[in-house]
């Protein structure tokens, strides 16, 4: 199982101090973060795209690949990348080419943006979001597979023996996970696939989320794919981390009650009570993260969110350091200790090159 961190890069005012970082410090606070989940020894480092305020990361394969030549064992991911808005030949040339400076350390989340406005500016229309999500990832899928494509759909020009470049590494495309808050066609899309799903509930109740990943996992046995268990699952989560519950309620109220999301809604402690929000000691967050499994099943991937709504960078660095020392090493104890046999790791490059020779060989 992997654990690791995701990030949506937003600008907030920190509300105890009153200081807005700048967008550079902000950028620069990112890539921190990332060396330093590397250094606590997180498997995963996502972050989102946005192209609106307050959010920084516009342009993740330009950041994740930064981050490539500044680390060597992490895996640097998407949580958010926009299939709607973007092209997806873009998508296939910008990620084949990040799998190469990072020997093979990516993989990637579509997902179809929930900001209206964001839509127009690259010339698309929010009610075409699902037909937009369905088609471009099939045209994706196709540019990874095939070395010579011929395409033509409702939302973009066609294509005439096009070969994207470059080619993915060892003719290996990155694993994709399908993200959605709420979408069934989307949980369908990646039972169809074989690829995975994430479900990012760190809003909404556990039972929303418990419909969709049950769909995902009836679906993806029905196309074949393996058991329902051995579906590939990940969730979101978030955390404030303090070496005692007091202090950290305390220390993370006022950046709850004015987050940019949730700010000035629910109070802490029901937000705490209805979502996977844990605000407290880290036994608390072992506890709370083992009853994920109770909910979902076995799952892959484990990303919590720890660096928003105005937290200083040096908080977010302290967080870190709890989230390697005393959390995760129990974390993967307990769930490696609860998993059965059958259930597959979270894909890596390794394990997709090794199935692919495999199923070479067999053949």
């Known amino acids: 199982m992997q654990f690791g961190i995701f990030s949506v890069g937003d600008v907030t005012t920190d509300p105890t101090t009153g200081r807005t970082p700048t967008e550079a410090e902000r950028i620069k606070a990112m890539v921190a973060i990332a060396q330093k989940a590397e250094e606590v020894g997180l498997d995963v480092f996502a972050m989102g795209e946005h192209h609106n305020r307050p959010f920084v990361p516009s342009s993740p394969t330009t ?5 490539a030549g500044r680390t060597d064992s992490i895996m640097l991911s998407t949580s958010t990348t926009l299939i709607t808005t973007n ?3 873009k998508i296939a040339e910008d990620f084949a080419m990040l799998q ?3 020997d093979g350390r990516v993989d990637l989340m579509l997902g179809r943006g929930n900001t209206g406005p964001v839509y127009p500016w690259f010339g698309k229309d929010i009610r075409d979001g699902i037909p937009l999500a369905i088609e471009n990832y099939a045209l994706l899928h196709r540019l990874w597979r095939e070395d010579v494509v011929n395409w033509a759909g409702k939302f973009r020009t066609p294509l005439q023996s096009f070969t994207s470049t470059p080619r993915p590494l060892d003719d290996v495309p990155p694993f994709v996970w399908h993200g ?3 979408s069934p066609e989307i949980a369908e899309q990646a039972a169809y696939y074989g690829d995975g799903f994430f479900a990012n509930h760190i809003f909404w109740p556990t039972d929303h989320f418990k419909r969709l990943i049950d769909l995902y996992r009836r679906r993806y046995e ?4 393996g058991s329902a268990d051995q579906a590939i699952v990940g969730l979101g989560g978030q955390v404030f981390l303090r070496k005692n519950s007091q202090d950290a309620v305390r220390e993370f109220r006022p950046y709850f009650d004015n987050a940019p999301v949730y700010g000035h809604g629910p109070s802490l402690e029901d937000f705490t009570e209805q979502t ?35 937290l200083p960078l040096k908080t977010v660095l302290e967080q870190l350091d709890l989230l390697g020392e005393e959390v995760i090493p129990v974390l993967r104890k307990e769930f490696a200790a609860r998993r059965p046999a059958h259930v597959p790791d979270a894909p890596t490059h390794d394990s997709l090159l090794a199935a692919k020779t495999m199923a070479e060989v067999s053949a």
């Open 100 to 102: 190469h400076l990072a």
């Open 276 to 310: 996977p929000l844990t605000v407290g000691s880290p036994e608390q967050v072992i506890e709370k993260t083992l009853t994920f499994r109770e909910h979902f099943g076995d799952y892959q991937r484990q990303l919590f969110l720890v660096d928003h709504a105005g």
């Open 180 to 182: 959605s808050i709420r």
């Open 63 to 67: 950041m994740l690949g930064y981050i």
């Open 87 to 89: 092209d997806p030949v």
């Open 222 to 225: 029905h196309y074949g794919h």
